[in-house]
């Protein structure tokens, strides 16, 4: 599995990294979106069966203390609460008859659901 090239901004660490799948995917859907200004968000929220689960839109309005780094033409913003309990994951997109679609592999989940989309 190949990853984009990041470029940081600031001195955190990326909290999470695209593939270079994820990366074309997201590009895609951002022209269809026509969005030039759009990044994508990917954030943790209380919820889901195994504790919190993912979410991921796109945004154009950023906070002050949101991580933000790009992949190639895509921006990826992480809240600092989001960040911390992702730090390390990988979101990757797949494109066949079995596990289509975008997953997010977190090294700090001790335990996931059968759906893939929250974690503990």
Same mark, same amino acid.
């Given at each position: 599995m190949t990853t984009a090239?990041?470029?940081?901004?600031?001195?955190?660490? =990326?909290?999470v990294? #695209?593939?270079?799948?994820?990366t074309a995917k997201v590009a895609d859907l951002l022209k269809e979106e026509d969005g =030039?200004?759009?990044? #994508?968000?990917?954030a943790v929220r209380p919820g889901g069966c195994s504790g919190y689960s993912?979410?991921?839109?796109f945004d154009s309005e950023f906070a002050e203390d949101d991580i933000v780094r790009s992949f190639g033409t895509v921006r990826v913003v992480v809240d600092p609460e989001s960040a911390e309990l992702i730090k390390g994951a990988t979101l990757d997109y797949k494109d066949?008859?079995?596990e289509a679609g975008f997953h997010i592999t977190n090294p700090n989940a001790t335990r996931t659901c059968?759906?893939?989309?929250s974690f503990s």
């Open positions: 090239t990041t470029v940081s901004i600031g001195r955190k660490p =990326s909290p990294t #695209l593939t270079d799948a994820a =030039s200004d759009l990044a #994508l968000r990917v993912y979410e991921m839109f066949g008859l079995q059968g759906c893939g989309s």
